[in-house]
């Protein structure tokens, strides 16, 4: 963090420019911009100089939508979770719920995998070499 001095302001206080925050948080630039742009991160305050300059708390939520986006949540997922996370004393049992339905969905997921790759092993297995004229699996893709 860089000292900086805020804009319409003499207070000067640690902040992070946008580099430095998608670099703290292996997120690429052009994402930071996009969760501004989506809702996700407030607008950050800009410098005398016209940066944006971000606080410790923006960099702990790009950190929590980072954690969140790495386990396959949806933006809308992780929009009504970051809601949720502000709710400190609510119950959570919503939590539980986006958890539970991102998981079922997962699980989904990973049963299409299993079919699509045990239907690869079948094709691959039917190859008995040759030329590409005679090939088992191209034959099976072609219309």
């Known amino acids: ?9 003499s207070v000067v ?13 292996g997120t690429k630039v052009a994402t930071v911009r996009w969760y501004e742009k989506v809702g996700l991160i407030a607008l950050p305050a800009r410098t005398a100089g016209n940066y944006r ?14 954690r969140a986006r790495d386990l396959g949540f949806s933006l809308d997922q992780v929009r009504a979770l970051l809601d949720l996370a502000g709710q400190r004393e609510r119950d959570c049992g919503t ?26 092993a079948r094709l691959i297995s039917t190859c008995e070499g040759g030329t590409v004229a005679k090939c088992r699996i191209l034959e099976a893709l072609a219309p």
């Open 53 to 66: 300059a971000y606080t410790r708390d923006d960099l702990a939520r790009l950190s929590f939508i980072r």
């Open 1 to 9: 963090m860089h000292p900086v001095v805020a804009r319409g302001s």
């Open 13 to 25: 206080i640690e902040k992070l420019t946008i580099g430095k925050l998608a670099e703290a948080t």
């Open 95 to 120: 939590v539980d719920v986006i958890a539970g339905e991102h998981l079922a969905e997962v699980d989904r997921k990973l049963a299409d995998l299993s079919a699509l790759r045990r239907e690869l």
